[in-house]
């Protein structure tokens, strides 16, 4: 899995930044953007090589921050008057945190109702990043019966997705 190789693109970045806050911030940018891409791409095919992916995006990200000259050195934070007043990131605010929270559920319980069979093969191949002849292996099943399931399961994702778009 790409949570796998943290270390490694902390390293990486570190030596690109040569400072350990900017380059945790950068692996952190790097994941989020690498898991957006997961999420709309089909899960297997950024499988492959991760830390690849992962050293690209968090060197595109680096490049387009010194462009803008984001990376500076760093003042003491407490120096700064505003700081008193900074509002915790949005990921951290209550209500985001619920409706985070309540879309998992919503998601879950999507495929939750699959077939045991069907969700089997779902979430080997989605979540645990498994080819479709590695689940059909594993499962005892053809590859064809596999797709089925997984197409099964992503119907269910979508008919979710829908339903959390009009509520």
Known sequence: MALDH???LLRFCHRITRDADLARDAVQETYTRFLTLQARARANALA???LALLRRIARNLLVDQHRRGAIRQHADIDA???ADQLAAPAHLQPEE????RQVAQAYLAAIESLPPRCREAF????????PQAEVAR???ISS???EKHIVRGMVACR???RQLAQA
């Open 6 to 8: 943290y270390q490694d």
């Open 48 to 50: 492959h090589e991760p």
């Open 80 to 82: 700064l008057p505003e």
């Open 97 to 100: 945190s619920t409706a985070a």
């Open 123 to 130: 979430v080997l191949h989605i979540f645990e990043d498994l």
């Open 138 to 140: 594993r499962m005892g």
């Open 144 to 146: 064809s019966m596999v």
């Open 159 to 161: 008919a979710c997705q």
